[in-house]
């Protein structure tokens, strides 16, 4: 008998610290639930910088204005990146003996005068700025750096294939692949101007192409579906298949089975 009682009270032990835990359990995730309400109220209320805590993170090349998109639908006017030759003048408003004018070598790399070299190739002008201000702050307490670029390479376009004046163009506003067919002089003869190809490079081991039929988009009269140009694009207009054959047929039997319609 004294050993079943013993069995009893022990039971009774565990029974009475499980009730109370369970409790405690409650009463720690009510709050917790709390809590987060209250985060996240506080959260939507505060704006500019300091939102979300003191750490700063360092802005990547290419991403701050949808550069890395690459879809060929992608933004219009993407912010200009430096690259090798282009000229850069840089003036301090409290050292103006650090004032300089800077070129981007082949290798992407720049020389400040005092700072060394930093790497500044992909780089908009306010990374740029960014990046020389970081470089100076051993040499000065508040470094303030204004940036303003004096020469580049120009955006450009190239058309090829059958149009009347193939070659590389100046892209100078906002241009779309059948104005730029228009560019070089128009479609030829030859042209098949359904399969229009647009090639457009994103790195040195990819790239985009996209299939255009200009034909059926003016012939409804409607550009919806044409692209917009960026700076390096390539379009090629192919040859029909008529002008393909044309050399080993006779005129007269060619038209007996080709309508020139079809293409």
């Given amino acids: 008998m004294k050993r079943g009682n013993g069995v009893i009270l022990l039971s009774l032990a565990i029974a009475l610290l499980t009730l109370q835990r369970e409790p405690a359990v409650f009463a720690q995730a009510e709050p917790k639930h709390d809590l987060r309400e209250n985060q996240g109220s506080s959260q939507s209320g505060l704006t500019g910088a300091g939102t979300g805590g003191d750490v700063v993170s360092a802005i990547k090349p290419g991403e701050a204005d949808g550069a890395r998109n690459l879809q060929l639908g992608g933004p219009r006017h993407p912010l200009y990146r430096l690259h090798a030759s282009d000229v850069i003048e840089i003036s301090f408003t409290?050292?103006?003996?650090?004032?300089?004018?800077?070129?981007?070598q082949p290798d992407g790399y720049v020389m400040l005068k005092d700072a060394g070299m930093v790497l500044v190739e992909g780089l908009n002008l306010s990374e740029f700025t960014q990046a020389v201000e970081k470089a100076y702050r051993g040499y000065l307490h508040d470094p303030q750096v204004a940036a303003s670029l004096k020469e580049?390479?120009?955006?450009?376009?190239?058309?090829?294939?059958?149009?009347?004046?193939?070659?590389?163009?100046?892209?100078?506003?906002?241009?779309?692949?059948?104005?730029?067919?228009?560019?070089a002089g128009g479609l030829t003869p030859q042209s098949k101007c359904s399969q229009v190809i647009l090639f457009r490079r994103v790195n040195d081991d990819l790239m985009q192409t996209r299939l255009l039929d200009l034909k059926k988009m003016l012939k409804r009269?409607?550009?919806?579906?044409?692209?917009?140009?960026?700076?390096?694009?390539?379009?090629?207009?192919p040859q029909n298949i008529i002008s393909k054959i044309a050399p080993f047929i006779t005129r007269p039997s060619m038209s007996m089975y080709v309508n020139p319609n079809q293409f």
């Fill in 94 to 104: 409290v050292a103006p003996e650090f004032n300089q004018t800077l070129t981007v």
């Fill in 221 to 237: 009269g409607n550009l919806k579906e044409d692209a917009h140009l960026e700076s390096g694009d390539l379009i090629f207009v």
């Fill in 152 to 183: 580049f390479a120009h955006p450009y376009f190239i058309v090829g294939g059958q149009v009347e004046h193939p070659g590389k163009f100046e892209l100078r506003s906002d241009t779309t692949v059948a104005e730029a067919v228009q560019i």
